[in-house]
């Protein structure tokens, strides 16, 4: 994946302009990189924004509701995991003491739920550097 070379060119770009002697030109460079790095982000951002508006527009379920879909697996998850699950296990010793305990989900609920809702902390760290205004 193209995303696993990043850390590899990001150091590679820093060799580089290491072997810049004059001060001045390397800060030059390094800030015509970072611009490229941020234009290129941009783009990207720009391009995802066009395909989940088209995605969103199809009238095809398996186009356009595929995100719902995931949604709610998530919610469903989330209300298994913690509220059926403890009600469950609460509800079986009362009623049933032997009953084996009930499945458990993954505990990264929570994560999977803040990355599709977008919560999570980077972009509001570039919001803080003033990146991607």
Do not use: H
Not at 63 to 91: D, E, H, K, S, T
């Amino acid at each position: 994946m193209l995303l696993d070379f990043i850390p590899l060119i990001g150091a590679a770009a820093q060799k580089l302009l290491d072997l810049i002697p004059d001060p001045n030109a390397r800060a030059k460079a390094a800030e015509e990189y970072q611009r490229a790095l941020m234009d290129i982000a941009a783009k990207a951002e720009a391009d995802q924004r066009e395909i989940n508006k088209t995605e969103a527009s199809s009238n095809s379920i398996f186009v356009a509701g595929w995100r719902p879909a995931i949604g709610w697996v998530c919610a469903a998850a989330l209300a298994f995991q913690y509220l059926v699950r403890p009600l469950w296990a609460w509800a079986s010793g009362i009623w049933w003491p032997t009953a084996p305990p009930p499945p458990a989900l993954d505990d990264m609920l929570w994560q999977l739920m803040f990355g599709m809702l977008g919560m999570g902390s980077l972009r509001t760290f570039e919001k803080i550097k003033g990146a991607g205004k």
